[in-house]
């Protein structure tokens, strides 16, 4: 089910992925909803981990201006990847 994927998806963002700190903020508990469409789409056409990682890393140097954490990325789209 679609809204069970995406329910799985926003939850390792906030939880795992969380870029700028914000899990323990139940005001901004939708502060990842905007990418989670996008990264369902990728896993429905079976991406590697690394694109995954890669996607997740342009997020955040391009979109949050932050530097970036590779092994983070990594991690969350492992993640990603057996969530789907």
Do not use: C, F
Not at 63 to 75: I, P, T, V, Y
């Amino acid at each position: 089910m679609a809204d069970d994927m995406h329910a799985r998806v926003r939850a390792i963002l906030m939880q795992d992925w969380d870029p700028i700190g914000v899990a323990d903020e139940p005001k901004a508990a939708d502060e990842y909803d905007k990418y989670v469409p996008a990264i369902v789409a990728m896993l429905r056409t079976g991406p590697s981990a690394d694109a995954l990682a890669a996607h997740l890393l342009q997020i955040e140097t391009t979109a949050m201006n932050l530097a970036g954490d590779a092994a983070r990325a990594r991690s969350v789209a492992g993640k990603l990847v057996g969530a789907a």
